[in-house]
């Protein structure tokens, strides 16, 4: 069965470190994104990807990077790891559905503690 | 910013009771989406209902979309134990991304 995997599922680092969080689809979908969620903001867009060689940035880019080498993944980068940014991460993909979008398949998250 | 606001923020009923839940947005949509989230999971699509629709079911599920009121309603029907979770609306507004609201925290009590 095609899933979204998410690895580590627990990470704890410490300020200023450099931190990758993986995030891997076996749906075959176009589109990608990454969240974070934290109590009372619900979930925030950070960056997303409508396919290969494309990134975009969301409402919450700062501090954050990724890339999209093939379909199937989009690793998150915190270039420089910030207490700010303790969180639980979430991936999610989705299929190009033309103008709108469609329904999303999320990954079961990362836990992130920055210290 | 967020585009939905759900309403309540938290709800507590008893099993077999209905649960209804709200979201308003801003700005004009293609789509609108429901989720669940049960706690420590990732979100899981419930149903998706188009601008030009006004309702859509599935199973226990029904949903109302009002576009000149910018608004939505999530009602759950003989709610069980096991729909004890967060609830959240998506607004698409013709791009592939959607834009969470901050969700419903729904308990039904055994």
């Known amino acids: 069965d095609a899933e979204i995997t998410q690895s580590p599922r627990h990470k704890i680092t410490e300020t200023g470190r450099q931190v990758t969080l993986a995030c891997h689809q076996t749906w075959n979908h176009n589109n990608m994104f990454w969240y974070r969620q934290d109590l009372g903001h619900g979930l925030r867009l950070i960056h997303y990807?409508?396919?290969?060689?494309?990134?975009n940035k969301g409402e919450v880019s700062d501090g954050y990077s990724v890339s999209r080498s093939n379909t199937e993944d989009l690793p998150l980068t915190l270039e420089s790891a910030a207490s700010s940014q303790t969180s639980v991460y979430f991936c999610?993909?989705?299929?190009?559905?033309?103008?709108?979008?469609?329904?999303?398949?999320f990954g079961p998250g990362t836990r992130l503690t920055v210290l | 910013s967020q585009q939905g606001e759900e309403d309540p923020q938290a709800l507590s009923i008893q099993e077999g009771e209905n649960a209804t839940m709200n979201c308003s947005y801003k700005?004009?949509?293609?789509?609108l989406q429901w989720y669940r989230q049960n706690s420590g999971r990732g979100l899981v699509h419930l149903i998706l209902?188009?601008?030009?629709?006004r309702e859509k079911h599935s199973g226990r599920l029904r949903v109302t979309l009002d576009t000149s009121k910018k608004s939505s309603s999530l009602l759950i029907t003989a709610s069980r134990a096991a729909d004890t979770a967060s609830y959240f609306c998506?607004?698409?507004?013709?791009?592939?991304?959607?834009?969470f609201g901050i969700g419903t925290k729904l308990q039904v009590i055994p």
């Open positions: 209902i188009r601008s030009n629709e």
């Open positions: 700005t004009s949509i293609n789509n």
């Open positions: 999610a993909s989705s299929a190009n559905t033309g103008t709108s979008g469609g329904k999303q398949f």
């Open positions: 998506a607004t698409s507004g013709g791009y592939q991304k959607v834009t």
């Open positions: 990807s409508y396919g290969v060689q494309d990134t």
